[in-house]
């Protein structure tokens, strides 16, 4: 990367037109809601105040016959599995499942899947094994929407519910029921709920029809709501619609009254609980839910969320806070193999696959996402196995990488994902034809494309106007993520006053002042090896947060791209 790798969009100044139309709010929220498509009072009110309604869940298709066969298994007093995924999005929602069914009445239980045994989605040795357990009845989480031939074989003897929010392919699972707003014919009004997201709406609509029926449960949706927002976060889906307030209500729960496990994984991550937000789950929580699926099993994830022993709860959060560290320590040895392999081939190929027997099946993801970071091409990694590998994939707006994977489906096992990310299992034997491929359906869809990443930047601001003030601001756009970033200013001509790095060189912090002696600290993550290119002036493009240390809470620029200043 080197010094403005990105191109900088700046949006343009709101008209007066727009100003008046919102002649109550500051025109710097006026701005930022322009940019995000939202100009009507009605709709400026309530995405501010957080009042987007939310849906009925049985608007969502399958829901009816779910809750039925659901109602039914707690009146006999069957056991019921909840079978989820292995990620932050798979550990909440098996968790909030579980809960939900737990509280109702059933008998339930959960299983999760190995990553390294098992691999994404259903496993027909697994569901034999819960068979045997006396299960006739699993309820997927997060995963199950491609599994035809597993949910085809498996319903002779079991019942599924097949809960997932996954891409949907050419064909649907023959289960007893389908919920998924994604899927042919459901007239769900948002599309882009989480796994944990779906989840919630099946367990709402479970909990309601107890309730309209006289048999009250012993907690109620809204007691879910941190789990929700845990995994809606972390799973990177829009923080638009139903996500947002979903969010907005769980991080209130999240502040005020979290659970045990919850609370020792803030205390472990060093997240007050008060302060606790959406950036902290994105960069403290969930990656230590995550590390447990990656490294070691998941279930230390799901016990953590579902224990209520603090000394228990305690000594989870230490051993997720363990793994992580190790996981941040394996993700840079791969991503440097990765990188190796990328240089070695052909660095200006359209995509990269690089694979190799040494990498870790549960870190594949997060190096593929540093490569797409770095170069701004669709990546895959792939853990190579003697018979079969695993893949993880990432991609840029530009390519839909489940499409593609869809493409090559004959070559695949299984796969599955979003336009942005996906994964596969494939006989080791093809991983040459799969890279072929790949790369010609890159070259197809992107030769003449312009590869560059956007930068957008949401309003330019002299340095000296920023303040707690502006931090305040900007707090009303929260909670923050995909689809509602966190709004990004540039500040031009500003004076680099002194610029070392951090953290054994990885990342830069810089002492910044503008020409009226306005002064602050800013810092770049993961580019310690751009200090000999820093310029005296530069235009910096940056978030505002605020840094909490040693009981100290102070401003901090973090830097998204630098450019040398555009006027003297």
Known sequence: MSLQSKRWRVAPPVSA???????????LIVQLLHNRKIQAPSEARDFLLGQTPGHSPFELKGMYPAVERLSEAIGSEELVAVYGDFDTDGVTATALLVQALSAAGAQVLPYIPSRVDEGYGLNIEALRELYRQGVRLVVTVDCGIRAIDEVEQASRGLDLIVTDHHSVGDDLPPALAIINPKQPGCLYPFKDLSGVGVAYKLAQGLLLARELNGIPAEVTANDLLDLVA???????????????????RGLEKLRTSPRPGVEALMADASVRRGAVDATAIGFRLGPRLNAAGRLEHAMLAYNLLTNT??????????????LNQHRQELTEKTVAEAEAQVQAGDPDAYLYLVASHEFEPGIVGLAASRLTEAHYRPSVVVEVGQEESRGSCRSIPEFHITRALDRCQDLLVRHGGHAAA??????????????ERLQAIAAEELSGAELQPVLEIDQELPLEEVGWAT??????????????????????????????????????????????????????????????????????????DANEWNHRRQ??????DLRPASAP
Request: glycine share 12%; aromatic share 4%.
């Open 17 to 27: 037109k727009d100003l008046a139309r919102l002649p109550d709010l500051p025109s």
């Open 230 to 248: 845990l995994g809606t976060v972390a799973d990177l889906v829009p923080l638009l619609g139903e996500n947002r307030e979903l969010v907005r």
């Open 309 to 322: 022993d603090p000394l228990e709860t305690r000594a989870l959060a230490g051993q997720l806070g363990r």
């Open 422 to 435: 996906a994964g596969f299992t494939i006989e080791t034997g093809n991983l040459d034809l799969l890279r």
């Open 471 to 544: 931090h305040d601001l900007l707090g009303m756009l929260e909670p923050t993520g995909m689809g509602n970033p966190q709004p990004v200013l540039c500040s031009p001509g500003v004076e680099v006053r002194d610029k070392r790095a951090l953290g054994g060189g990885k990342h830069l912090k810089l002492a910044l002042r503008d020409g009226r002696g306005a002064a602050w600290d800013a810092i770049w993550f993961r580019q310690g090896h751009l200090i000999d290119q820093i310029p005296g002036r530069v235009d910096v493009a940056y978030t505002l």
């Open 555 to 560: 401003l901090q620029l973090y830097v998204q």
